[in-house]
Structures are given as C-alpha cells and as structure tokens.
C-alpha cells in the first residue's frame, strides 16, 4: 500500500532554514512525482515545488524560487524540501502528494491520489 511521511518540520526564526523529508513507501516503480504543497491558516493549498522521482527533473513556483530547493534520493525512497530565508509568510502545514504514471516531468496541478498527513512549520521570532 502506498504511503507517504513527512517530517522535519518545526519552528524556525525569520531568515532560518529547514529541511522536510517525504518518505515514500508501498510504490512498485520510479514513474512518480512527489509535489510539496502547503496551506496556511485561513487560505488555501498552495502548489510549492515538485520533482519526478524517477529522472529528476524538477518545477518550483515563483514565490519559492532561490529559497527552495527540492531533491530526491531514491536509495532511500526519499524526497526533500530544503527551504532556506524563511519568512513568516511561509508558516503553514506543508505535505508532500504523490502523482503516479508520471514517466517525464511533473506538474503541481496534477492528479495526486496519495498524501502524507503534514508538518507544521511556524516561523516566527
């Protein structure tokens, strides 16, 4: 059975950094992408960053690009959110969502059927 964990995150000052994990489990193939999303107190899920797990390739929203850096180790079924300058802005519950039959490339508006349960980061000083 597929399944997703997150964790890694926490409270963080204004400018401080942290790395979530998105353990992956339970899935027969590479032909997957992994999506961060995430959603503050009172707005909606937002699409942040994505990564097919398979060959690689990688898509961030503009309100992430040069903060956050996503990865993938596949040794350890395992893909990570580096977010760096983080700003009080960025408080939220962040979860990782999994999109299957994705050979190439990944997209933040695509069918993604698994989700881990969140992590919350609040960032504040």
């Known amino acids: 059975q597929e399944q997703l964990v997150e964790s890694g995150g926490g409270l963080v000052q204004p400018g401080g950094s942290l790395i979530l994990s998105c353990a992956a489990s339970g899935f027969i193939s590479n032909e997957y992408a992994i999506g961060w999303f995430r959603q503050a107190p009172g707005k909606e899920r937002e699409g942040i960053s994505c990564?097919?797990?398979?060959?690689?390739?990688?898509y961030y929203e503009d309100f992430v690009k040069g903060r956050f850096t996503i990865s993938r180790d596949n040794t350890k079924d395992t893909v990570y959110l580096q977010m760096n300058s983080l700003t009080p802005e960025d408080t939220a519950v962040y979860s990782c969502?999994?999109?299957?039959?994705?050979?190439?490339?990944?997209?933040?508006?695509?069918?993604?059927?698994?989700w881990g349960q969140g992590t919350q980061v609040t960032v504040s000083s």
């Open positions: 969502a999994a999109e299957t039959g994705v050979l190439a490339g990944c997209r933040l508006h695509g069918t993604y059927d698994y």
């Open positions: 990564i097919n797990v398979g060959e690689g390739s990688t």
